[in-house]
T-cell receptor, first 114, second 113 residues
């Protein structure tokens, strides 16, 4: 049973517009959520995170929103740039600070079109 | 540059052969992890080591063994490779808390024929 779901395998957005990537989770024990970005032939790189006690976290062009009641989080990228084209993974931690591993979604391939 | 180093980057094995994937980090992190990535499956945790001297199974441990050699090094061993183990393997490390995320290596692409 998949505990972290990214239901859109791919997303195409025009350069300069907003990109919104979505993630749903089923495990109510998750208390920390993270987004990773991955380019081909490279390892994932940490992008932004949010604790379950918050509903929003911003870092430059990236904002993550958390709706605990809906068990849903989203990553907003504004404005989208060509270098943002990558696979984005949503991940979650169920206590323990993540030392016992993160649970990842299947990823969304974001394509920024010129 | 500080980070996570994985060797080898590519490997082809015959069914039944064994091999060890090496991973080393120089960030003085306590926790280390092995993940595999398959098409359409995201990243799945194989084994992890929350601290030096401890190892635990993750979601997909069957067919693998691990050794936390010291604080820096965490190796993954395939005793008898099977085609189902064809995958990209990523090693990662972190502090005890996930607040700042994990640092991943660049991966090992393994093909078992």
């Amino acid at each position: 049973d998949q505990q972290v779901k990214q239901n859109s395998p791919s997303l195409s957005v025009q350069e300069g517009r907003i990109s919104i990537l979505n993630c749903d989770y089923t495990n109510s024990m998750f208390d920390y959520f993270l987004w990773y970005k991955k380019y081909p032939a490279e390892g994932p790189t940490f992008l932004i995170s949010i604790s379950s006690i918050k509903d929003k976290n911003e870092d430059g062009r990236f904002t993550v929103f958390l709706n605990k009641s809906a068990k849903h989080l989203s990553l907003h990228i504004v404005p989208s740039q060509p270098g943002d084209s990558a696979v984005y993974f949503c991940a979650a931690s169920a206590g323990g600070g993540g030392a016992d591993g993160l649970t990842f979604g299947k990823g969304t391939h974001l394509i920024i079109q010129p | 540059n500080a980070g996570v180093t994985q060797t080898p980057k590519f490997q082809v094995l015959k069914t039944g052969q064994s091999m060890t994937l090496q991973c080393a980090q120089d960030m003085n992190h306590n926790s280390m992890y092995w993940y595999r990535q398959d098409p359409g499956m995201g990243l799945r945790l194989i084994y992890y080591s929350a601290s030096e001297g401890t190892t635990d199974k993750g979601e997909v441990p069957n067919g693998y063994n691990v050794s936390r050699l010291n604080k820096r090094e965490f190796s993954l061993r395939l005793e008898s490779a099977a085609p189902s183990q064809t995958s990209v393997y990523f090693c990662a490390s972190s502090e005890m808390t996930a607040v700042y995320g994990y640092t991943f290596g660049s991966g090992t692409r393994l093909t078992v024929v």
